[in-house]
C-alpha cells in the first residue's frame, strides 16, 4: 500500500467544534406521553403528504420504529439509497446525516427530499472538502477515483465510483482485477481494510470517523477474555488493531445480520451503539455488549454514538413536514455529475447481489463484503 500522501490537518480543529455544536442540537429525552404524541402526528404528516420516512441504523429508536410502523425503511446507507430511488413517494424524509439526503436528491431529483435537521453532518464529509479533494485528484490523474458514500455532493461529481461499507471490497476487489491503481477518499480505515484484503494499489485521503475512530484493540483484548463465548463484530471504519480481532467485518446490515443468524450467545460490537436498537429488537435472545471506546488510563471516555445522527428526533420530523424545513437542494450540474459515481455502484451491486451479503447469501465471517 501506498503510504498516506495527504494530510488534511484541519479535521481535528474543525471536528471538535462542530461536535460540540451537533450536542448542543440534540433533542431533550421525551416523556412518554410527548413521545407518543409526536409519533402520531409524525404518521399523520407522512400519510398526508404522501412521503416515506428513510432511516440509519444510528438514528433515535423511536425514529427507527417509526420508519418501520408507516411502511419506511431502516437501513444501511446503500439501501436508504435503493429505497429512495425505488419508492412512489413524492417526498423523502431523511433520518441521517447530511451525505445520505444529498445522494438521495441526486438519485430523485423530482422528489422533496427533507432532514429533520441540515447541520446533521459527518467527520468523514467535512474533513474531505471538494477544492482540496480536486487538487488531490489533479495530482493523480492516473488513478480511478473512489469514494465513500460518506462525502458530498461535490466530491461525489468528481468520482468514478461510490461505495457503501456493503460493497467497498467487492468494487475495489472489481478494479483491481482490470489492473486499475485506486485514489481512495475519505475513511483511511476503510481503505486501509480493503486495501489489505484486495491487494489494490491505494492511494489514501486521511480521513476518519469520529465514532469508530475511537474503538480500542488493547481493551477489546481484555473484554474478549471476560467473554470467550463472544463473537465479535466490527465496523470497518474501525482501527487496525480492532478490525483484526473480529469475527465478522461489515457494514451495519451485515452486523445485523450476523447478530441474527451466528449460533453465538454474546456479541460485543464495535458500531455505532444506535445499532442495538435494531438488534435487540432482531434477536431478542441475545446479549449485545459495546465495543470499548476508552480504557481505564484514558482521560475521557467517549461514548460510541455520533452526534450528527443523534440529532434526528422526532419533533424534527414533524417541524421539517409540517413548516417545509430542512430541504436538500443539489445544484445542477454537479448532481447530474455526481449521480454517475452513484448509478455505476447500484448497477454493479444490482448486477451481483451477493457483493452485499443480502439474505440468499451465505455467511462469510471476516469478509466485510459477505
Ligand atoms: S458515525 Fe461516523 S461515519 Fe457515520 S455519520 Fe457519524 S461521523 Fe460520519
Not at 410502523?69 to 444501511?76: F, H, M
Not at 467497498?168 to 489492473?179: N, R, T
Not at 477474555?225 to 463473537?231: D, I, L, S, T, V
Request: contains cysteine; glycine residues 8%.
Amino acid at each position: 500500500m501506498n503510504d498516506v500522501q495527504f494530510d488534511y490537518t484541519r479535521q481535528d480543529a474543525s471536528g471538535a467544534s462542530c461536535t460540540a455544536h451537533a450536542w448542543a442540537k440534540v433533542p431533550a429525552p421525551l416523556t412518554t406521553a410527548q413521545r407518543d404524541a409526536l409519533k402520531q402526528r409524525a404518521a399523520e404528516l407522512l400519510r398526508q403528504q404522501q412521503a416515506v420516512l428513510v432511516a440509519h441504523y444510528y438514528v433515535d429508536g423511536d425514529l427507527q420504529d417509526l420508519a418501520l410502523a408507516t411502511g419506511g425503511c431502516v437501513s444501511d446507507s446503500l439501501e436508504m439509497a435503493r429505497f429512495g430511488r425505488d419508492h412512489a413517494a413524492g417526498t423523502l424524509v431523511v433520518a441521517g446525516v447530511r451525505f445520505m439526503g444529498e445522494s438521495a436528491k441526486i438519485l430523485s431529483p423530482a422528489k422533496r427530499v427533507l432532514m429533520p435537521d441540515l447541520d446533521a453532518t459527518c467527520s468523514l464529509d467535512l474533513g474531505c472538502p471538494a477544492d482540496e479533494f480536486n487538487r488531490f485528484c489533479d495530482a493523480h490523474p492516473d488513478r480511478t477515483v473512489v469514494v465513500y458514500a460518506n462525502t458530498s455532493a461535490a466530491v461525489k461529481a468528481r468520482a468514478d465510483w461510490m461505495v457503501t461499507s456493503s460493497c467497498a471490497l467487492s468494487i475495489v476487489q472489481h478494479l483491481h482485477d482490470q489492473g486499475r491503481k485506486i485514489l481512495w477518499a475519505p475513511d483511511k480505515h476503510l481503505g486501509s481494510y480493503v486495501q489489505r484484503q484486495t491487494g489494490a494499489d491505494m492511494l489514501m485521503w486521511n480521513g476518519a470517523c469520529i465514532v469508530h475512530d475511537e474503538f480500542k484493540g488493547l481493551e477489546l483484548e481484555l473484554l474478549r477474555r471476560e467473554h470467550p463465548q463472544a463473537k465479535v463484530l466490527v465496523h470497518p471504519e474501525s482501527p487496525r488493531e480492532v478490525v483484526d480481532q473480529a469475527d465478522v467485518v461489515g457494514s451495519t446490515a451485515q452486523m445485523l445480520r450476523a447478530v441474527i443468524e451466528m449460533d453465538a450467545p454474546e456479541f460485543i460490537v464495535a458500531t455505532d451503539n444506535g445499532m442495538f436498537h435494531r438488534m435487540r429488537q432482531s434477536a431478542p435472545g441475545k446479549r449485545l455488549i459495546e465495543a470499548p471506546t476508552a480504557g481505564n488510563s484514558a482521560t475521557c471516555k467517549s461514548c460510541a454514538h455520533c452526534p450528527w445522527m443523534a440529532m434526528n428526533g422526532l419533533q424534527g420530523v414533524v417541524d421539517c413536514l409540517e413548516k417545509g424545513l430542512g430541504e436538500i437542494q443539489v445544484d445542477e450540474p454537479i448532481r447530474s455529475q455526481a449521480l454517475g459515481c452513484i448509478d455505476r455502484m447500484l448497477d454493479f451491486v444490482a448486477a451481483r447481489p451477493a457483493t452485499t451479503g443480502r439474505p440468499a447469501q451465505g455467511l462469510v465471517p471476516h469478509i466485510g463484503a459477505a
